[in-house]
């Protein structure tokens, strides 16, 4: 980690950028255990020696503080597969639009049980780590990392505020997923002598997929890294929950709730910032595994620029019945598809992950992860 700090490291450094989904963070595992399956093949298959920055939101970003604590992605699918329902169970007593539908306690037991009472400054983190979250009393999207270069690392001599050296993983990890309807906000102590600060998922800022926001905060010199842009010098493995299209029949829309209507709406707009990020990325980019947009501009082959700002590797499964059954060869009928985008239901775990097994086995190609390689070599 040192190494990637101060530039006598390898040439090209590495971002593993892991999004927002809840439960489908199950398909984000089986992606990941296919890479390391080939990495092994070089070495060591542990993620955290092939990439020099692990990010992610909401439950990207409890997948990524497992990994850069030297973690393997199958004991990370033990939390989806055997603890999710434990965690995304319905409690009776809980009054909807009054409370949460979850009780946070059962999250925050298991983010403690992976994480312990470690800080951001902990040795135990093997490489960068940024997780991306929502503060509310102030309106901001934070992005924060274990770099001490970054801004506000040490505390100020006047003790004005919380040194971000200071802050325990588990808060930070359970404020990144505490989606608003679903989890109660995260309270974090920030200021002395204020009230803590109000945090809530980060899937609710533009950055679902943080893969762009982790670019900036590589190259913007501000954030305490300073890596070079370019495609053969910074490349970037984007990790997806399950993506589609967010849609409404006029008819049934007419009879849902306000509340139903305002929490679909959100969705509807957390989806919309993943295109555009995806579109930016695809745009300024060069990738091996371009995703179609929309009808109108295809997937930006035609319109990459001259000098690519970066390699992009973009691992995802397309949660609509024409791409599954053309890809994969699945069918699925509407009652499946709707259970699969839910990103609380915890009985779908098991075929998410199946899905995704099966698309990272056809879409994961060994020459994609050469860069990762040469990172492993040089650390």
């Avoid at 040192?2 to 590495?14: K, L, V």
């Avoid at 006047?158 to 997923?177: E, F, M, Q, W």
């Avoid at 533009?206 to 762009?212: K, R, V």
């Avoid at 399950?242 to 957390?270: C, E, H, N, Y």
Wanted: include cysteine.
């Amino acid at each position: 980690m040192d190494d990637a700090e101060t530039g006598n490291g390898p040439t090209r450094r590495t971002i593993l950028s892991l999004d927002g989904g809840g439960v489908r963070g199950a398909i984000s595992v089986a992606f990941l255990e296919r890479i390391e399956m080939l990495l092994a093949d070089h070495g060591s298959g542990r993620l955290a020696d092939h990439f020099d920055l692990i990010g992610g939101t909401s439950t990207g970003s409890i997948i990524a503080g497992a990994l850069a604590l030297g973690c393997s992605a199958a004991d990370v699918r033990d939390f989806y597969l055997k603890l999710a329902p434990q965690v995304f169970r319905r409690s009776w007593w809980r009054l909807p639009g009054f409370q949460s539908v979850f009780d946070a306690a059962p999250l925050a037991r298991e983010i403690a049980a992976v994480v312990g009472e470690r800080t951001l400054e902990s040795p135990d983190l093997l490489t960068h780590l940024a997780i991306v979250m929502k503060r509310m009393d102030t309106g901001s999207a934070w992005v924060v990392t274990n770099n001490p270069r970054g801004p506000f690392w040490e505390d100020p001599t006047d003790g004005s505020y919380v040194g971000n050296r200071h802050y325990p993983l588990k808060a930070l990890i359970r404020a990144s997923t505490a989606a608003p309807h679903y989890f109660a906000p995260e309270p974090i102590p920030i200021l002395s002598d204020q009230p803590p600060g109000l945090f809530v998922d980060g899937g609710v800022t533009p950055y679902n997929n943080p893969a762009l926001l982790l670019a900036m905060v590589a190259t913007i010199p501000a954030y305490g890294f300073g890596w070079p842009w370019g495609a053969d010098r910074l490349a970037i493995f984007s990790v997806g929950t399950g993506s589609f299209r967010v849609t409404l029949d006029p008819a049934k829309a007419r009879r849902m709730s306000s509340a139903r209507l305002a929490v679909r709406a959100l969705s509807g707009l957390i989806s919309d910032a993943e295109v555009a990020t995806l579109t930016l990325l695809q745009w300024l980019g060069r990738t091996e595994t371009p995703w179609r947009i929309n009808s109108e501009i295809g997937d930006l082959t035609d319109a990459t620029r001259p000098e690519p700002l970066f390699s992009l590797m973009r691992y995802d499964v397309r949660l609509e019945a024409p791409w599954l059954e053309d890809e994969l060869g699945i069918r699925l009928g509407a009652r499946d598809l709707e259970r699969l985008r839910q990103i609380d239901n915890a009985a779908a775990i098991p075929l998410a992950y199946e899905i995704a097994a099966r698309a990272a086995e056809r879409f994961v190609e060994p020459r994609h992860l050469e860069s990762l390689i040469a990172v492993s070599t040089a650390k």
